[in-house]
């Protein structure tokens, strides 16, 4: 692995995990659709992720990607088809054209949303999104399968919990990773010699995690950051949010008391 792409570098994801990748790969191709200061060792590609022709380019010599690239969070219809289902069909197929061999893509924690807090989830439960958002990235993580088996492209799936230098509140300290153990999951989907298609959950060692990660674990993943040590800060934080009673039965909390019209009974 030598040359890797990274969508989305401007993002808050991007900023935490350039400087830690640094110097790995001998080059980082940085892409996103706002200018970037590219640092020793980096270049910059402006692109469009919904341009497919732009997204081609942006492959071509490069041997494995981290695709970040997307609204992030919930939004409206439009965007998300723009930017996550659109925008993540180019990246795949780009990817196949140009001959690139990995990918790693960043999903979340969203296209579970819907299960409840009391349930320990593995990487094979059925997808329960809790938005748009959450539907988009499970439409990414099923074109990474059938990439993946009709391909032959390696891909990584990495749900991802929250990414911050540490748990910002009680919810995060469920789903929270730190920059560091993100990198080393990234790593693992780059360089392992055995990624066919793979699912994981993007957490720390966290005592209040909702998955069962044991498929990352399997994979060599031994993450060095643990929520709990951050458990008075993030519950203190707490505090000060207003309540959700709904959003805090389910895994994905806030995403899933926004335009919540169901019946909370049926959703076991
Ligand atoms: C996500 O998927 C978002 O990208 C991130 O900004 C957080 O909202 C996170 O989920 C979360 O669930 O806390």
């Given at each position: 692995m ?62 494995g ?36 061999r990995r990918l790693v ?39 990474g399968?059938?990439?993946a088996?009709?391909?032959g492209l390696g891909v990584l799936n ?27 999951l990234?790593r693992i989907g780059l360089d392992h010699p055995e990624i066919h298609f793979e699912v994981v ?14 498929n990352?674990?399997?994979l060599g ?48």
């Amino acid at each position: 692995m030598q040359r890797v792409l990274i969508t989305g570098a401007a993002g808050g994801i991007g900023r935490r995990i350039r400087p830690l990748l640094r110097g790995v790969y001998s080059s980082l191709r940085l892409s996103d659709v706002v200018a970037i200061e590219p640092e020793q060792g980096e270049e910059f590609v402006k692109a469009d992720l919904a341009d497919l022709a732009a997204v081609e380019q942006l492959c071509q010599g490069v041997d494995g990607i981290i695709h970040l690239g997307a609204s992030s969070v919930e939004d409206a219809w439009e965007p998300v088809l723009q930017n996550n289902i659109i925008g993540g069909y180019n990246v795949f197929e780009a990817a196949r054209r140009q001959g690139v061999r990995r990918l790693v893509f960043a999903t979340t924690n969203h296209v579970v949303g819907f299960y409840r807090r009391q349930r320990t989830i593995d990487h094979t439960v059925m997808p329960r999104p809790d938005s748009r958002y959450g539907v988009s990235k499970a439409f990414g993580e099923a074109l990474g399968r059938m990439y993946a088996d009709k391909y032959g492209l390696g891909v990584l799936n990495i749900r991802i919990g929250n990414v911050w230098e540490e748990p910002a509140d009680r919810r995060r300290l469920s789903i929270w990773i730190s920059p560091r153990d993100l990198v080393q999951l990234m790593r693992i989907g780059l360089d392992h010699p055995e990624i066919h298609f793979e699912v994981v959950y993007g957490v720390s060692d966290n005592a209040r995690a909702w998955y069962d990660n044991a498929n990352a674990y399997r994979l060599g993943y031994r993450p060095q950051d643990r929520a709990e040590d951050y458990a008075q800060s993030a519950t203190e934080a707490d505090l000060k949010l207003p309540p959700d009673p709904l959003g805090e039965q389910f895994q994905g909390g806030g995403f899933c008391t926004m335009e919540f019209s169901g019946d909370v009974m049926k959703i076991t």
